[in-house]
T-cell receptor, first 111, second 113 residues
């Protein structure tokens, strides 16, 4: 199993809907997780970090961490076409400070 | 969040020449910076870890003599692509960690003719 896994998508949702992006992880990563957004041709931008079990909300974004099931999710409420991008899940392995990235999920929000 | 700046954002060079990319942490000090490369429609790939005042640590398969990294100060790391060839054309992105979170520069798109 890869350390961080994501479905490549694309995930298509209509404008105004909730977009749900998921990421699973292996035992080899630590308990610090991050969601990045990457627009085409641009560098990744940090959206959320989550360290504790449960939900963390920031505006339209909610990160959810479930350690028992080893997954972390990102919910985007009231999705907008400007949210269309690739979303990268990342985590630190337990024995190094190099952030490990998933392959990313491409989100398409259509009007 | 912390700000990481990269320069140049785009560079076009002839095959065989060398290109230098600068990465600066603008509002914090970074003893460690990370250099990534990303080919079109592919994932980020970590190339090397830049350590202030010491040698960089390269990932497996990355040629250290081709990708020279210098981290001379707590706010500046440079990546030099030596004797560039068309296959080195890619999107190079630096990053630095601040309070446990990794922040990326804008990226530098290299095109080797």
């Amino acid at each position: 199993q890869k350390e961080v896994e994501q479905n490549s998508g694309p995930l298509s949702v209509p404008e105004g809907a909730i977009a749900s992006l998921n990421c699973t992880y292996s035992d080899r990563v630590s308990q610090s997780f991050f969601w990045y957004r990457q627009y085409s041709g641009k560098s990744p931008e940090l959206i959320m970090s989550i360290y504790s079990n449960g939900d963390k909300e920031d505006g339209r974004f909610t990160a959810q961490l479930n350690k028992a099931s080893q997954y972390v999710s990102l919910l985007i409420r009231d999705s907008q076409p400007s949210d269309s991008a690739t979303y990268l899940c990342a985590a630190y392995p337990g024995d190094t400070d190099k952030l490990i990235f998933g392959t990313g999920t491409r989100l398409q929000v259509f009007p | 969040g912390a700000v990481v700046s990269q320069h140049p954002s785009r560079v076009i060079c002839k095959s065989g020449t060398s290109v230098k990319i600068e990465c600066r942490s603008l509002d914090f000090q970074a003893t460690t910076m990370f250099w990534y490369r990303q080919f079109p429609k592919q994932s980020l790939m970590l190339m090397a870890t830049s350590n202030e005042g010491s040698k960089a640590t390269y990932e497996q398969g990355v040629e250290k003599d081709k990708f020279l990294i210098n981290h001379a100060s707590l706010t500046l790391s440079t990546l030099t692509v030596t004797s560039a060839h068309p296959e080195d054309s890619s999107f190079y992105i630096c990053s630095a960690r601040y309070t446990g979170e990794l922040f990326f520069g804008e990226g530098s798109r290299l095109t080797v003719l």
